[in-house]
């Protein structure tokens, strides 16, 4: 813990001006982001006696070894900045906000050629329009069945779509009158996409001119005595009707607004908003808010910019209903009113229907707190307590916040690869997840004929091999030494602003299950100041480097020999703060470096049920690699890697010669009667084929880096 008097800036060095500041840690890395109308008092608030500062407040200031800040002119700018720093370093003393749920919505692809109605979650696309969020996405497709009558647009994915515009024969939905089949040109393009934004304009809450427009339509049809057509538009009129039915009426039709409630304790607090368009509420969503160390004008506004902060023009309404108002509100209003276009009020409802709608609002809020304390019942004590058994059963002098697991998968010894997760304060940090190829003796700088053969490579040596890389680049990022050329595999000293070093040997390529990848804590964007250049922080790029935090605690799946194979690693390096525990599945026993005796924790455990769950976490995450590697080496071809030999012209010389085996003893002449093949080319697939050895997935020998 540091103390806040060795990094408190002087009071005449703060200024006065409006600005953003962030605090760090002994790491560089940032911890918290705030803004403020004046810096100097804000800042100079951190420093008073701690034992009058918010519990979370001190945890705060004494995990931090440094602040900085920057100035800004407005107060607009300052919370712009404060939230792309948010979504930028990912603090983990700034409030986060949890959606209790992934919310579907009913989009319509206004960006393509036929545009396409049906749903979709997660993050936003361009050129998408988005209606909802709904609670369920069986009432995005009742409510879409029953007006594709009134509106067929397209809803069909492209390979149906594609299908069907070859074969000439529109799909089910085609002929039943739910879609006008675009694809086999009932309708042209423009006429679709009228049709499209027809419906587009219904769910945004134009209903009164379609439903008039199809009485209307279905008068003049019955006094041409055309009782056909004016019985279909009955039944239109009729699904318009029931779709409008679903969608509860709470306040006038001119009304567009978002109310938003939330319902707190000590540690936490719920937040629910009701999205109403056209008096009507079109979607609900709900999130779990860790409260720390803010009042609840804070939270209103933290909340504002992470609904609103990417949000669309159209996703802003004209009234956004609060239950107390934000910290600045001038400012989150121009804001909202700059990113909506049009002026955009941001009030707390005193009385009348959008009072009661609040209230509804709220009671909602409250049973979603109810809820979540219910489901995690005792889950921050519990995280707490197994933090703290460990550090009482491992002997360590504090309580291990982070924490890496590793795992070594193989079948037989080959197509070794290592996984690495990271949990943090008690809890899973995907984000940081990381894994190897384990290349075994051709690690290192070999690029000599035998580099990309085959290696076979025990436990124990692989897990040798992974702990010397990641530390190694922990020691060279936290150091600020040369960094790796991925494209020559040499140190080209100070950093090239990528934060890769000679060491930077982990694949950063997504899995199958989503939940690897590069780190979003600060590994991208530019926050416009000069930051610091100390501890991992890249002094080009201002960046901070990847690997360059410690871990307080490193669990390896295995026992005795995989534990002291670690340990040998951490002394050869010169190591000495992290610790070091394996964990036998047999019997689930914690292995020290060096002692004969495992340590036994209760099987009720808290502490053992984190490491537990850690153990597995890196076991599924290294088998899922490994799979992966596994199928693309099964399915490679020998003729794969030849440049400039893609797929169909590897299916002409197949067709040509019958086989690889025929192909293999061919010379350049007899390549060159294959259409397509001229000399230069012939001579790269017998030059590939007189090796004779399938190519591997193209990686970065000295780092074992999976490469694109």
């Known amino acids: ?36 109308k004046s810096l100097r008092p804000r800042l100079s608030s951190y420093f008073q006696d701690i034992t009058a500062l918010h519990p979370r407040t001190a945890t705060m200031v004494t995990t931090a070894s440094s602040v900085e800040w920057t100035v800004v002119r407005t107060e607009v700018e300052a919370l712009q900045l404060e939230y792309s720093w948010i979504k930028e370093f990912d603090p983990r003393f700034n409030v986060k906000y949890r959606d209790d749920k992934s919310y579907p919505f009913l989009a319509v692809t206004m960006g393509e050629e036929f545009p396409r109605a049906q ?20 009432a995005i497709r009742e409510t879409l069945d029953l007006l594709l009558r009134v509106f067929p647009v397209r809803t069909c994915s492209s390979g149906v779509f594609k299908r069907a515009a070859a074969s000439g024969r529109p799909c089910l939905l085609g002929y039943i009158d739910k879609c006008s089949a675009p694809c086999v040109g009932r309708v042209t393009p423009d006429e679709h996409r009228a049709i499209a934004e027809d419906f587009c304009d219904f769910m945004a809450g134009n209903t009164t001119r379609f439903a008039k427009r199809l009485e209307t339509r279905m008068k003049e049809a019955a006094a041409e005595l055309d009782f056909e057509q004016a019985a279909r538009l009955r039944d239109d009129i009729g699904a318009l009707t029931k779709a409008l039915e679903k969608q509860a009426v709470v306040l006038g039709d001119a009304t567009d607004a978002d109310v938003f409630a939330l319902a707190d304790d000590d540690l936490e607090a719920a937040v629910q908003v009701f999205h109403v368009r056209g008096g009507r509420i079109r979607g609900q969503r709900g999130w779990v808010v860790e409260k720390e160390s803010e009042d609840l004008p804070s939270l209103v506004e933290h909340l504002l910019q992470q ?9 802003v309404p004209r009234e956004v209903l609060v239950p107390t108002p934000p910290a600045d509100l001038d400012a989150v209003t121009e804001w909202l009113s700059d990113v909506r276009g049009s002026a955009v009020s941001v009030r707390v409802p005193q009385r009348g229907d959008k009072r009661t709608l609040m209230e509804t609002v709220r009671r909602n809020a409250e049973q979603s707190l109810t809820r979540h304390k219910v489901a995690r019942a005792g889950d921050l004590t519990l995280r707490s307590k197994a933090l703290q058994e460990l550090q009482d059963y491992l002997g360590l002098d504090d309580a291990p916040l982070r924490i890496e697991c590793y795992d070594v998968s193989h079948v037989q010894g080959t197509n070794v690869v290592a996984s690495m997760v990271v949990f943090e304060d008690g809890l899973a940090r995907k984000s940081e997840y990381r894994r190897f190829i384990v290349r075994g003796a051709t690690s290192g700088a070999d690029d000599g004929p035998d580099a990309d053969a085959p290696v076979t490579v025990d ?5 040798r091999e992974v702990l010397t890389r990641r530390f190694r680049r ?14 020559t595999g040499v140190v080209s000293g100070p950093s090239d602003g990528a934060g890769q070093s000679v060491s930077g040997d982990v694949s950063s390529d997504e899995s199958d299950d989503g939940d690897s990848g590069e780190s979003d804590d600060g590994d991208s964007g530019d926050d416009g100041d000069a930051r610091s250049t100390s501890g991992p922080i890249d002094p080009e790029t201002g960046r901070p480097r990847r690997f360059a935090y410690p871990p307080s605690l490193v669990v390896v799946d295995g026992g005795l020999p995989q534990v002291n194979a670690a340990q040998a690693v951490l002394d050869e390096l010169g190591i000495e703060e992290v610790a070091l525990v394996g964990l036998a599945k047999r019997l689930e026993e914690v292995w020290l470096p060096r002692d004969d005796h495992p340590v036994i924790l209760p099987r009720t455990s808290e502490g053992l049920y984190l490491l537990q769950r850690l153990r597995d976490e890196a076991h599924r995450f290294a088998i899922t690699f490994h799979r992966q590697r596994r199928s693309k080496a099964m399915t490679a071809s020998q003729l794969d890697g030849i440049p400039g030999l893609g797929s169909s012209r590897q299916k002409a010389l197949l067709r040509h010669f019958g086989s690889v085996k025929r ?17 230069s080319l012939a001579s790269a697939v017998v030059n ?8 591997e997935p193209a990686v970065n020998l000295t780092t074992g880096e999976v490469l694109e």
């Open 459 to 463: 436990d124990t040596a692989a897990m």
């Open 688 to 695: 590939h084929l007189a090796g004779g050895a399938p190519q």
């Open 474 to 487: 922990y020691l060279e990022d936290a150091e600020g030494t040369g960094d790796l050329d991925l494209s």
């Open 663 to 679: 192909l293999r003893v061919a010379d350049v002449s007899d390549i060159m009667a294959v259409p397509g093949f001229g000399r």
């Open 1 to 36: 813990m540091a103390d806040p008097t060795t990094y408190r800036p002087k009071p005449g060095e703060i200024p006065t001006d409006p600005g953003v500041y962030r605090f760090r840690d002994s790491h560089g890395r940032v911890i918290y982001v705030g803004k403020a």
């Open 119 to 138: 749903v979709m979650r997660g993050a936003k696309r361009k050129g998408t329009r988005y209606f909802g969020p709904y609670g369920h996405a069986w």
């Open 307 to 315: 609904v609103y902060g990417d949000a669309d023009r159209d996703a």
